[in-house]
């Protein structure tokens, strides 16, 4: 599976923005696609997951602002992000999980400015 993240930017406090990720080739082994990010000096960290049944599930702290979501039609995962905090900042990176493995996409840079 090849990914490719597109939709950062620079936005301020409160703003939004919406990540997408297109998604090629075996597609029909995917499971899981998810959305993780690193902002600089920290480790890679999970922000939320959607199943093939749809479920969605959410970090702690963007629950309520941020929302998952798969087109199956289009192959893409979308990431639409609201209420942003300057500790949203980071690079987000989409991953898949399915029968084949894991694959990342390229990241793509949100930065929040106060």
């Known amino acids: 599976v090849q990914l490719q993240a597109s939709g950062g930017g620079l936005v301020q406090v409160g703003g939004s923005l919406r990540l997408s990720c297109a998604a090629s080739?075996?597609?029909?082994?995917?499971?899981?696609m998810a959305w993780y990010r690193q902002a600089p000096g920290n480790l890679r960290e999970l922000v939320a997951y959607i199943s093939r049944a749809g479920r969605a599930v959410y970090v702690d702290s963007v629950k309520g602002r941020f929302t998952i979501s798969r087109d199956y039609a289009k192959n893409t995962l979308y990431l639409q992000m609201n209420s942003l905090k300057v500790a949203d900042t980071a690079a987000y990176y989409c991953k898949t999980e399915g029968n084949l493995g894991d694959s990342w996409g390229q990241g793509t840079l949100v930065t929040v400015s106060s």
């Open positions: 080739g075996s597609i029909y082994s995917i499971n899981v």
